[in-house]
C-alpha cells in the first residue's frame, strides 16, 4: 500500500492504480458522494503504507480539497 494521505484523490487513484477496489468515506461524516475526484483529497487510509495490498480492501477517508482534514492538513 502507497503513502497517499495528503494526496489528491486523483493522484491516489493513479498510486493504487485504477483496477483497485477502493472505498471513500467522507471525512466531515456528512456521507457525501464524490463526484469529481479531482475535487477532493485524501486525509487517512487504510490499510497503512506499506502493507501488502493483494487481496484487501481500501478505505481512503477524504474531504473536498478546500477543507482541511482534522490534523490540519
Do not use: F, I
Not at 471525512?27 to 475535487?39: D, E, K, M, T
Not at 486525509?43 to 477524504?62: I, S
Amino acid at each position: 500500500m502507497p503513502h497517499v494521505s495528503g494526496r489528491g484523490l486523483v493522484t491516489a487513484y493513479q498510486a493504487l492504480g485504477y483496477d483497485t477496489a477502493v472505498q471513500l468515506r467522507d471525512g466531515r461524516g456528512a456521507r457525501r458522494h464524490v463526484l469529481w475526484p479531482s475535487n477532493w483529497k485524501v486525509c487517512d487510509q487504510y490499510p497503512r503504507p506499506g502493507t501488502p495490498l493483494p487481496h484487501r480492501a481500501v478505505t481512503l477517508t477524504v474531504v473536498k480539497t478546500r477543507e482541511s482534514c482534522g490534523d490540519g492538513r
